[in-house]
Antibody, heavy 119, light 107 residues
Framework: EVQLVQSGAEVKKPGESLRISCKGSGYSFINYWITWVRQMPGRGLEWMGTIDPNDSYTNYSPSFEDHVSISYDESISAVYLQWNSLEASDTAMYFC????????????WGQGTLVTVSS | DIQMTQSPSSLSASVGDRVTITCRASLNISNYLHWYQQKPGKAPKLLIYSVSTLQSGVPSRFSGSGSGTDFALTISSLQPEDFATYYCQLTYGAPCTFGQGTKLEIK
């Protein structure tokens, strides 16, 4: 069974750094892209960026590329989403998802990680 | 970037009704159009990919149609568990784009 399991909820202050994780199982993790999607409270879905675990190539939405980074740890089959300096507007639910090959739909999703940024 | 317009933004319907949600792209996107269902507090779930292919395990009352720039998700006979928010998604080129969402509520 394909599963993506995300790290738990986080409460942070503005300016702090954060890394959340997404671990896959039940399939060949290295052979499928992983993507991150943001959902702000009461709002829709926004694509943030994608990583190819095979070579760690990343592709970011212009809306996010200057504020977050996505990385891969081969040793534990995990993908990370990282912020160096959080802002209150980063308060949201973040989902990771497995990307099926062309035409690139998101076939399996993690359960979501709630990030709250508040002073 | 390709623009996506999903409508309506909300919809009230009754159990047993037939409902249709539409998405329009600003240019021809071939089969790079997919549909998701999201219930409150849950991750989105893939319903239909490549315009009209039902994801495994999704009930046959869900169907997708369209071509070029105009696409639709139809639920033939609403069930109580179908009341949720639905999103279309475009994966043609970058960035990937989601529609604004349609909240389907019980009348």
């Amino acid at each position: 069974e394909v599963q993506l399991v995300q790290s738990g909820a986080e409460v942070k202050k503005p300016g702090e750094s954060l890394r959340i994780s997404c671990k896959g199982s039940g399939y060949s993790f290295i052979n499928y892209w992983i993507t991150w999607v943001r959902q702000m409270p009461g709002r829709g879905l926004e694509w943030m960026g994608t990583i190819d675990p095979n070579d760690s190539y990343t592709n970011y939405s212009p809306s996010f590329e200057d504020h977050v980074s996505i990385s891969y740890d081969e040793s534990i089959s995990a993908v990370y989403l990282q912020w160096n300096s959080l802002e209150a507007s980063d308060t949201a639910m973040y989902f990771c998802a497995k990307v099926h090959r062309r035409p690139f739909y998101f076939d399996y999703w993690g359960q979501g990680t709630l990030v709250t940024v508040s002073s | 970037d390709i623009q996506m317009t999903q409508s309506p933004s909300s919809l009230s319907a009754s159990v047993g009704d037939r409902v249709t949600i539409t998405c329009r792209a600003s240019l021809n996107i071939s089969n790079y159009l997919h549909w998701y269902q999201q219930k409150p507090g849950k991750a989105p779930k893939l319903l239909i990919y490549s315009v009209s292919t039902l994801q495994s395990g999704v009930p046959s009352r869900f169907s997708g149609s369209g071509s070029g720039t105009d696409f639709a998700l139809t639920i033939s006979s609403l069930q109580p568990e179908d009341f949720a928010t639905y999103y279309c998604q475009l994966t043609y080129g970058a960035p990937c784009t989601f529609g604004q969402g349609t909240k389907l509520e019980i009348k």
